[in-house]
């Protein structure tokens, strides 16, 4: 079975462009996250999906991220425009529980390392 | 302050030498998560607690619930095990289902 996979690994932007990241969940799981860690700092909670409603999006730093799961399938994270402060490590995860991370294990990606310019 | 703090920030040791990281938090939580991150690698979760202490071969994760405190350990330790072990938990609060992560703990096994 395949795992998280997200796509790119790595992306190197200049400031003002825009990103697109992508979070393929492991099939059948309803609840999908996402989480940065930006240098030197803890991982933080950006979003969470159960299946393509916005559960929770308490940690969208600001309206220039974009999250999408249309299908409750995969999702994308976009940001527009890119500013330096964005530049992490960007992960996403899934779950199968319905009754989320209190009862299963979540599933992580290998991260999309972005660095904007 | 941190909600999540681990404790060492680093830890190096030998083959074959006992290991324990440390976690504390400050918020009532649901479950606390054990997560391993392999350099250049992806995140793996390694245990999910809520009471008790749980135990997959040469790892043993501990928790107090009264204390807010839960202990990683790893018996025997080799060199494969070095890695970022982080510590996260599920906050109580209702309608929240997101891990709440500590800063990590690097650790480096030496032949």
């Known amino acids: 079975e395949a795992g998280v996979t997200q796509f790119p690994s790595h992306s190197v932007i200049e400031k003002g462009q825009t990103v697109t990241l992508r979070c393929d969940p492991i099939?059948?799981?309803?609840?999908l996250y996402w989480y940065r860690r930006v240098m030197g700092k803890e991982i933080k909670f950006l979003l969470h999906?159960?299946?393509?409603?916005?559960?929770?999006e308490s940690g969208m730093p600001n309206n220039r991220f974009l999250a999408e799961r249309t299908g409750g399938t995969y999702s994308t994270l976009k940001v527009q425009p890119a500013e330096l402060e964005d530049s992490g490590v960007y992960f996403c995860?899934?779950?199968?529980?319905?009754?989320?991370?209190?009862?299963?294990?979540?599933?992580f990606g290998q991260g999309t390392r972005l660095t904007v310019v | 302050k941190n909600e999540v703090e681990q404790s060492p920030q680093n830890l190096t040791a030998q083959e074959g030498e006992f290991i324990t990281i440390n976690c504390s938090y400050s918020?009532?939580?649901?479950?606390l998560h054990w997560l391993q991150q392999h350099p250049g690698g992806g995140i793996v979760s390694l245990f999910m607690?809520?009471?008790g202490k749980k135990k997959h071969g040469r790892l043993i994760a501990t928790i107090n619930i009264q204390e807010k405190h839960s202990s990683l350990h790893i018996t025997a330790s080799h060199p494969r095990d070095s890695a970022v072990y982080i510590c996260?938990?599920?906050?109580?609060?209702?309608?929240?289902?997101?891990?709440?992560f500590g800063t990590g703990t690097r650790l480096q096994v030496f032949p």
């Open positions: 918020v009532g939580i649901s479950a």
């Open positions: 996260a938990v599920v906050s109580f609060l209702v309608n929240t289902d997101k891990l709440i």
């Open positions: 995860a899934s779950s199968q529980d319905r009754r989320g991370l209190v009862n299963t294990e979540a599933f």
């Open positions: 099939s059948g799981h309803d609840n």
């Open positions: 607690l809520s009471s």
């Open positions: 999906f159960v299946k393509e409603s916005k559960q929770d």
